[in-house]
């Protein structure tokens, strides 16, 4: 028996099918497919249906409007909502400020910010990496002054993902630069709307815009407006980051593909005229990823399983991270090789119907997908994550 097989689960997995069937609509759909920077407008709708039903915090503890579901049930939802194409919705607020506020913020703050992410009323963006502080993100220059009851936020952030949507930033700003790099960083909460904000857009090589550079003037913030402790912000972002790599697996959404890839080696022929499934190297390609993916998926339930005991994932983020980061940019390379042609098209909605409807998305996945292995701390870092801490290098 799997350990999803048991009465309660296949009746929730149930629940959550009939609940995608009659609320997701065709737009919803195409929008999830066919693009990948989704605008804000049909990831706020899909956000308040998912809270009228009590689903808005999959992950997040129930006293803070969260579902309380385990993570089984959790794991089971993301993937029904990825069989049926749903809208991933705003990452940065239900993953990533929603469960630091909910961990370090003050009450004050999981009053006001927690049921406007929950309602699709407020979206927020991850302000971390500078020009010249990715990888050594603890390098990071923009500074925080305290001037009477506000702090006065100076520099600047770069490739600030949904920053041109968000209401909100969580800002990781230099608050003493007299101790070691770590030890002087704050987490700010910022309105996108103050005074002394500018942002400017990042195209990326797959024709979107979802990245963008913002700069701070003088931007101030209310002192109430820090998450946690002052000078702890390492702490909360180390946190952080590790819920980041593993929600970047995004095992789910890769089986999603691979299924896809199956149906299209069946259906598409190649040169021969035979459908491209009984050529023996597309046979072996496709089990190998299903092999690789079968391996991913053990190890995240693996992580879900210490996360349920009250665990964070800590270094095993890492190697999620990067399997789930290969395998995800593997399987889009393989979706490219088998479309042929009728891949080569972006913007499918202006295709001018020289795009088969399988290939819908794909090579905007496959280029944008170059990120993957960059993002949330390239894979070299990771590697090196899991050279310090788990093998003790
Ligand atoms: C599309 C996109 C969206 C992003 N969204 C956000 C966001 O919303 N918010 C945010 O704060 N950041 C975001 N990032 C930034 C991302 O986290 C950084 O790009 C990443 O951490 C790498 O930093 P860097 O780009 O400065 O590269 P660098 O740190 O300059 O690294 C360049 C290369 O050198 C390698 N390298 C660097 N140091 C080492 C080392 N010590 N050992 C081995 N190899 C090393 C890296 O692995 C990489 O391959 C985004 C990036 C992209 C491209």
Redesign the pocket.
């Known amino acids: 028996m799997s350990t999803f097989d048991t009465p309660e689960l296949r009746a929730f997995r149930a629940e959550v099918r009939d609940f995608l069937q009659h609320n997701l609509t065709p737009d919803l759909v195409l929008a999830t497919r066919g693009g990948l920077h989704m605008e804000r407008e049909p990831m706020a709708r899909w956000q308040k249906a998912l809270n009228a039903r009590g689903w808005g915090g999959p992950h997040w503890p129930k006293a803070l409007g969260g579902t309380g579901w385990t993570e089984l049930q959790r794991y089971i939802f993301e993937e029904e909502s990825a069989f049926a194409d749903a809208p991933l919705g705003d990452v ?1 607020g239900l993953f990533l400020a929603g469960p630091m506020i909910i961990a370090a913020g003050s009450a004050a703050q999981q009053a006001r910010y927690l049921p406007k992410v929950l309602a699709g009323e407020e979206f927020w ?13 603890a390098s990071l220059k923009t500074t925080a002054r305290l001037e009477g009851d506000e702090w006065v936020i100076n520099g600047h ?7 041109h949507h968000a209401d909100l930033m969580f800002c ?1 700003a230099r608050t003493d630069s007299e101790v070691k790099p770590q030890a002087g960083l704050t987490q700010f909460i910022i309105d996108m709307r103050s005074p002394g904000i500018s942002l400017q857009p ?1 195209l ?1 090589m797959d024709e979107g815009h ?2 963008n550079a913002v700069f701070f003037d003088n931007v101030r913030t209310h002192r109430d407006n820090v998450i946690g402790e002052l000078n702890h912000g390492w702490t909360y972002a180390k946190e952080l980051l590790a819920r980041e790599r593993v929600n970047n697996a995004q095992g789910p959404r890769t089986k999603r593909d691979i299924v896809e890839l199956d149906r299209m080696a069946r259906t598409r022929l190649g040169v021969d005229g035979k459908p491209l499934i009984e050529d023996p190297l597309v046979r072996r390609r496709l089990a190998i990823l299903t092999a690789d993916f079968v391996a991913l998926e053990s190890a995240a339930l693996g992580v879900l399983a210490q996360q349920m005991a009250g665990n964070e994932p800590g270094p095993a983020a890492s190697t999620l991270k990067i399997r789930g980061s290969e395998l995800q940019q593997r399987v889009s390379e393989t979706a490219m090789s088998l479309l042929g042609q009728s891949g080569v098209v972006l913007a499918p909605e202006y295709g001018g119907g020289l795009l088969a409807p399988d290939a819908t998305g794909w090579a905007e996945r496959h280029f ?1 997908r ?2 993957v ?9 990771q ?2 994550i899991i050279a310090k801490s788990i093998l003790d290098m």
């Open positions: 940065h963006c991850q302000g971390f990496s500078e020009t010249n502080a990715g990888s050594d993100l952030k770069t490739w600030l993902s949904s920053g990781l990042i990326t979802s990245v944008f170059r990120v292995t960059i993002y949330a701390g390239a894979n070299e870092i590697k090196t």
